[in-house]
């Protein structure tokens, strides 16, 4: 008998426990709907990463994930164009003839 109230009391904790947690839970946002050109204009402001996140609407986690893609992006976009320029640049454009009118000019004269 002793075993069944001990059971009762301990499943009574683990439900009021889990009521409490529950009521207290954080609202979730959207992972995927993160508009990080936004974010970026936010931090190139001069806010902290705290308050672009409560003032977007999402998690700090959001916030450094895209400073993470621009800073990656920004790191491709360099290497390229130190690719570009060191060595392995793109051939020039042939060499243009004579403008028309100057010949044309010299033809009549004679």
């Known amino acids: 008998m ?4 001990f059971a009762l009391v301990v499943a009574s904790a683990m ?7 529950a009521t207290n839970a ?3 946002y959207a992972a ?4 990080c050109d ?3 204009n936010e931090l ?16 700090l986690y959001q916030v450094r994930k895209c400073n993470r893609k621009a800073k990656a ?3 491709a976009a360099t290497k390229s164009l130190q ?7 793109v051939p020039a454009a042939p060499a243009m003839a004579a403008p028309a009118p100057a010949a044309a000019a010299s033809a009549t004269t004679k």
């Not at 439900?15 to 947690?21: R, S």
């Not at 190139?44 to 409560?54: E, F, I, Y």
């Not at 690719?83 to 640049?89: C, L, P």
């Open 2 to 5: 002793l075993v069944k109230k």
């Open 15 to 21: 439900l009021a426990t889990t009521v409490a947690f």
């Open 26 to 28: 954080r609202p979730a």
């Open 32 to 35: 995927d709907k993160v508009d």
């Open 38 to 40: 936004a974010v970026m």
């Open 44 to 59: 190139n402001s001069g806010k902290h990463q705290k308050d672009v996140a409560k003032d977007l609407n999402t998690t």
């Open 73 to 75: 992006a920004a790191k």
């Open 83 to 89: 690719k570009t320029n060191s060595g392995r640049e």
